[in-house]
């Protein structure tokens, strides 16, 4: 059985002779194949050789292929900048979005010309050609509506907006959720195994907000994607979710990527056996701070929780992306056969 086989296996609930891995390694990558995080974000061979390099050196089962969480809000007119090279790109100047007016001058989406969107899906099919037949490569079809729209206006000024003019961030997420779906739609047809995005901010709006306005647009944009693709989806919502578990759960995605500060056991009583988890070791206290030994004492106790609960749709991965000094050792702690 191939890594790609095993992991195809494992989210579809069949037998598998071990659990997969994917830790979610993003700008950790640069380092082993040694680019900046400005060349790796901005050069599709830079990004695709990193991401290969980081493959040959850890063996994992799942790769990813993401450059930042800024992809699509650049395309959809964000100004992007990073204090220097080795910094990841984000948001600088003022924000794209304030008025009704700034939302109709939003064009629709145009994936291969706007923004680094040809750049991603030429890095995506450099990356599937050379490990696609036994990897699963999972592509970031970064930010899903309502983290989109926050990219857009400003975290501080969507949470206000969501209070005071909930309409207006519902018109500004039905615009988002359009650039999803293409972008999302394009990494589908350039190879990806599955499809992740990120809804971080939704993570702090409470489950009444999150259940009223942003499971709404992730559930449409998820029903949209696995019937234009036929492929998974992934759903990343950072920090701590318990209370949010339910509702995402039901959102349609396929898997659903848990922070550290999520307690694993009850979150698989919680979801239920038909939704796959990707998780969670804690990238900063654990993987970058702890020992090899922490490590595998930590992958040990997730196996057993997870096997306790008699659930069979699991990734071992790091809760969120590792970090660029991640000690290479605790990394491969992680790695080792979990058979």
Known sequence: ??????????????????????????????????????????RAAALAESVIRYYERFRPDAVWVSADTWVSAEAMGARLGAADDQQPLGGVGQPAVRTVADIDRIPPPDVGRQGRYPLMLEALTRVVQALGREV????????????????????????????????F?????????????AYGRALAQAGADLLSGGDSPAGLVGPRWYENLVLPAEKRLITKLKTA??????LHICGNTTACLPLMASSGADVLELDHPVDLGPACHVVGPDVGLWGNIDPVGVLLEGTPAAVRQKVRSLLESVKAAGHRRFVLSSGCTIAVQTPHGNLEALLCDQS
């Open 1 to 42: 059985m191939t890594s790609k086989e095993l992991v195809s296996a494992t989210l579809h609930g069949l037998p598998a002779p071990r659990v997969p891995t994917g830790p979610l390694a993003v700008h950790f990558c640069a380092g082993i194949a040694g680019y900046t995080l400005r060349e790796y974000s901005s």
């Open 136 to 167: 699963c490569v999972v592509a970031c079809f970064d930010q899903y509506p309502f983290s989109l729209a926050a990219g857009l206006m400003g975290l501080d000024t969507v949470m206000l907006k969501l209070r005071e003019d909930p309409r």
């Open 169 to 181: 961030v519902e018109a500004l997420m039905a615009r988002c959720e359009e650039y999803a779906l």
């Open 229 to 234: 693709t036929g492929k998974p989806v992934s």
